[in-house]
Nanobody
Framework: VQLVESGGGMVQPGGSLRLSCAAS????????LDWVRQAPGKGPEWVSR????????YYSDSVKGRFTISRDNVKNTLYLQMNGLKPEDSALYYC?????????RGQGTQVTVSS
């Protein structure tokens, strides 16, 4: 199982970024996926979840209304569209899934929101 995130960067408050997570090594379309973030000195914070089909999504209260999770089961790719970014959104963002009883995550992509 391999999960590779991309799309992070530095953006001003109010800006937007689109993160991607390219997956391989498992049947992508059969598993739900999560986005999780971790700021320096803090524990992991769950951000969003999407069902295997993509029909059901969940968001933490801190990002609801600003972030949109989606997936392309043909391209085996997970996305996170982030709008209205705030400094408190700055963190390492990574995707995560549970496959065959084990949890897998990518190396993450850094998002920095600063003026």
């Amino acid at each position: 199982v391999q999960l590779v995130e991309s799309g992070g960067g530095m953006v001003q408050p109010g800006g937007s970024l689109r993160l991607s997570c390219a997956a391989s090594g498992f049947t992508f379309s059969k598993y739900g996926l999560d986005w999780v973030r971790q700021a320096p000195g803090k524990g992991p914070e769950w951000v969003s979840r999407i069902s295997a089909s993509g029909n059901t999504t969940y968001y933490s209260d801190s990002v609801k209304g600003r972030f949109t999770i989606s997936r392309d089961n043909v391209k085996n790719t997970l996305y996170l569209q982030m709008n209205g970014l705030k400094p408190e959104d700055s963190a390492l963002y990574y995707c995560k899934t549970v496959f065959a009883g084990s949890t897998y995550r990518g190396q993450g992509t850094q998002v920095t929101v600063s003026s």
